[in-house]
């Protein structure tokens, strides 16, 4: 993981990256775990939490920071985890890293290996300065640490409005039950207090000159140290996407075993109709039967989708990859799965059924289910993107799967239809409309059927009982050009989603951390 993400960051041939990322794992001390999974598969267990949360940050070393801002790096680690992660942190920032990050709470050993702390409340400041000057600050302002407590706990209790609820309860309790004048005091005026002292101290005066002093002196401008080409970033982002694909079962594996029982099922129900007019009606209803429910199960992929968007939101949001980039390397990816999951369930539907013996129509049967399977995996991402939820996901696919299926001009042809909403502008943007017409144009443009010994009718005519196609040699070429615009367009759709980036303040909050097993990095 750290490996794809110097590729994806970092300039350069790519044999000169594998040391950069070995020097990140000696760094956060991930030696032992290097060649270990970091979620884990079926009986296999995954990487403790410490060690992710140090990948996590390794992840970002890839690009040797200057500065690197880490929010609540201890959140959910037990004392000894948090202990050995903050000792890391303190033999990296000993290399010149400066490291900053956000805490609520530490225990006495991890608040011994602090620098210099800021105290907040409310948006206030009550102190800044080094570590053991805040003691002195607090006794100053009247506060003094009481014996036996750990000075971290007191700091937050004295500074934390949430502690005033706990003081009715505490009224009752005798004192020889236990020293509780640190809990007594009034939070409201020891903020008011340690605020009012800080902005008087030396401290304050300290850091204000220093900041007017940083201000009035230009620093050197940093300089960039280069980023990975778009190809080469569109490139690891393929292999990558190949890699998750080829190992998640849901995505693959298990679509390729629906959709063969798929085409058995529908094969065997429809095996032997023959090639007589009579048969015209049942063929029509196979085909629309295969496409529907083609497009149905791809909801079975819906997971796989969601995890790809949240690599891409955390990727994103660290400026680790673009929206290109993702989009392009998706497409990629998916060619060859969607390619195969096609001809494959295509091969046992076409010859069950017993379609025009042709290769060129077989081809062209093929292609069309893959075109349609394209333009349906771009419409998953759209949804995925919108919701980030599997069953919301699945219930507006499903939703949208039947809408598709009823304007399709196979219920009702799409003339007869309503036309505002049903026949237009539903029917035309409905992916079974174009495979269906599409696949019955190929099947019986250009045939006809003897009626009775001297008469016969074109294979259209015969059609346009219960479905209606058009009877030029051309039109199915043009259904097929529609699925592959639909398929392009829809991916031109998320591509300007991604760039408005109108879901950043909702999906940000959605990345967890069990999600670094896909490739991701969580915040």
Partial sequence: M??????????????????????????????????KLIGGHCFNKRLPTGERRRVSIARELVM???????????????????LLLMVTLKKLASTG?????????????????????????????????????????????????PIMQSPSDHFLRAINTDFDRIIAMCKNLQDDQGDFSSVSMDTAVAIRTLEAT????????????????????????LKSKGRASDVARVGVLTWRSLVIMSRDWKYFWSRLVLYMLLALSIGTIFVDIGHSLSSVVVRVSAIFVFVSFVILLSVCGVPAHIDEMKIYNHEDANRHSGALAFLLGHF???????????????????????????????MYFIITIFMCLLANEALMMIVAYIWLE????????????????????????REAMPCPVWSYPLSYISLHTYAVQGLVENEYVGTSFAVGATRTIPGVQAVRGSYDISSSTGAKWVNL???????????????VLLRLDVRRHVRLGKVSWPSIHTGAAPK
């Fill in 390 to 413: 599997t069953y919301k996901c699945t219930l507006t696919l499903l939703f949208l799967y039947v809408i598709m299926m009823l304007v399709a001009g196979y219920f009702r042809i």
């Fill in 97 to 145: 890293c400066t490291v900053i990050f956000t805490m609520y709470q530490s225990s006495t050993e991890v608040f011994g290996l602090f620098d210099r702390i800021c105290l907040l409340s409310n948006g206030n400041t009550l102190f800044f300065g080094e570590t053991l000057a805040c003691l002195q600050h607090f006794s100053n302002a009247g506060f003094p640490c």
């Fill in 198 to 221: 800080y902005k008087s101290s030396a401290e304050a005066a300290s850091v204000e000159s220093m900041i007017a002093k940083l201000t009035e002196k230009e620093g050197p401008s």
């Fill in 481 to 495: 050009l529609v699925l592959l615009l639909m398929a392009v367009g829809y991916r031109v759709i998320l591509y």
């Fill in 2 to 35: 750290l490996y794809y993400s110097a590729l994806l960051q970092l300039p350069g041939v790519f044999s000169s990256k594998k040391p950069v990322v070995d020097d990140a794992i000696a760094a956060m001390s991930l030696g032992d775990y290097a060649d």
């Fill in 332 to 362: 990629l990816s998916s060619i060859p799965f969607l390619f195969l999951v096609s001809i494959s369930s295509s091969l046992v539907f076409y010859f069950m059924i017993g379609l025009r013996n042709e290769f060129n129509f077989l």
């Fill in 64 to 82: 040797r920071p200057h500065v690197l801002f880490i929010d609540e790096p201890l959140y959910h680690l037990d004392s000894v985890s948090a």
